[in-house]
């Protein structure tokens, strides 16, 4: 079974603090997958990485995907107000299967 | 544009009454539609899956079932709810064919909070 742990748990900070959230797994995927989940809502697709080392960036968030492919990192510059939500990484493997990790709660205060 | 509606938002039901939650997708067609079940702490679980008009395949076990009568409907039922069917449940929907998932992802719903008391 192939598992996916996010780190850390919870996190709070100031707004205009950087912040680096991670993905980690013992599995290589084909691609990963970063949503982003506000309160009462469903979960908003914000990246798909799909070549080790590949390097996105979307706005003032940078997503990395590991090498080896088995783990993946987020990085908020200047976090705002905005960002606060439930980060949610997806691994899927080549076999088309995805595997959710339990996210990080982030809350970024004014 | 796609869109994807959930219906209802919220909802409280007694133990032992019957469930039933309804998903559409409008602008596309032939959609892979999903159900899936988010926990607090424990991420998304899926539960069922469909590539097509009555066809279900489900993940895991459990009090819940399925069913796709229309192209871009997506329903999920009971006959009797559990305590344990408490949880935040969201439809989902993903472009059909082979590998589309692992690069466009999942188009989610705004999800319904199931309350069984």
Known sequence: ?110 | SQTIHQWPATLVQPVGSPLSLECTVEGTSNPNLYWYRQAAGRGLQLLFYSVGIGQISSEVPQNLSASRPQDRQFILSSKKLLLSDSGFYLCAWSVSGDFTLAYYGYTFGSGTRLTVV
């Open chain 1, 1 to 110: 079974t192939q598992l996916l742990e996010q780190s850390p748990q919870f996190l709070s900070i100031q707004e205009g603090e950087n912040l680096t959230v991670y993905c980690n797994s013992s599995s290589v995927f084909s691609s990963l997958q970063w949503y982003r989940q506000e309160p009462g809502e469903g979960p908003v697709l914000l990246v798909t990485v799909v070549t080790g080392g590949e390097v996105k960036k979307l706005k003032r968030l940078t997503f990395q995907f590991g090498d080896a492919r088995k783990d993946s990192s987020l990085h908020i510059t200047a976090a705002q107000p905005g960002d606060t939500g439930l980060y949610l990484c997806a691994g899927v493997n080549y076999g088309q299967n995805f595997v959710f990790g339990p996210g990080t709660r982030l809350s970024v205060l004014p």
